[in-house]
């Protein structure tokens, strides 16, 4: 089956700071790996996927992804933290069903 | 750009009623997926739809239903429901069954149960 982990409850990162939220995944056959953002009382927001091509994927808002197959790994980074990228974020795989299977988010804190 | 609309955004209900909530989806999305998402946890899979037929079931209690109308829109139907239905609920579209397009998530339906 396939599932991904989020090992960090929370990370705290200082505003102008580099900043990576951790994602691990187990998947059986390719990979399509997606991280959403979740604002309070919000949606959930698409900010980037790694189907195949480049291990590093460029998104939304200055965010991006570096994919490591060897580490089975697809941590979200950022060189330079917003007060406003704070957040709740969401590593997801795509099984084969088409459904999204989510992990169980890392609440992402920049402080001013 | 026209996003996932979710009717009603907030509803509250009484033990044991029912309640329908509606997904809207991106122009020429013709596939539409339903999550819920419970206080403080990940979102997680109830049910899609392609083409207008079910096409995955997860974690769907035998008490909801849903279906996708001709016009792709859907609805999930909720009945008896219990406190721990009590939660956020989204829907998402996406353009074909193709596992490498992003599914695009409605603002989501938060569903009080008292």
């Known amino acids: 089956a396939q599932s991904v982990a989020q090992p960090e409850d929370q990370v705290n990162v200082a505003e102008g700071n580099p900043l990576t939220v951790k994602c691990t995944y187990s998947?059986?056959?390719?990979?399509?790996l997606f991280w959403y953002v979740q604002y309070p009382n919000r949606g959930l927001q698409f900010l980037l996927k790694?189907?195949?091509?480049?291990?590093l994927v460029k998104g939304s808002y200055g965010f991006e992804a570096e994919f490591n197959k060897s580490q089975t790994s697809f941590h979200l980074k950022k060189p330079s933290a917003l007060v406003s990228d704070s957040a709740l974020y969401f590593c997801?795989?795509?099984?084969?069903?088409?459904?999204?299977?989510f992990g169980k988010g890392t609440r992402l804190h920049i402080l001013p | 750009a026209a996003g996932v609309i979710q009717s009603p955004r907030h509803l509250i209900k009484e033990k044991r009623e029912t309640a329908t909530l509606k997904c809207y989806p991106i122009p020429r999305h013709d596939t539409v997926y339903w999550y819920q998402q419970g206080p403080g946890q990940d979102p997680q899979f109830l049910i899609s739809?392609?083409?207008?037929?079910?096409?995955d079931k997860g974690s769907i209690p035998d008490r909801f239903s849903a279906q996708q109308f001709s016009d792709y829109h859907s609805e999930l139907n909720m009945s008896s429901l219990e406190l721990g239905d009590s939660a956020l609920y989204f829907c998402?579209?996406?353009?074909?069954?193709?596992?490498?397009?992003?599914?695009?998530f409605g603002p989501g339906t938060r569903l009080t149960v008292l």
């Open positions: 998402a579209s996406s353009f074909g069954r193709i596992s490498y397009n992003e599914q695009f």
């Open positions: 997801a795989v795509r099984d084969r069903d088409d459904k999204i299977i």
């Open positions: 790694y189907i195949t091509g480049d291990n």
């Open positions: 739809f392609y083409e207008k037929m079910q096409s």
């Open positions: 998947v059986s056959g390719n990979p399509y």
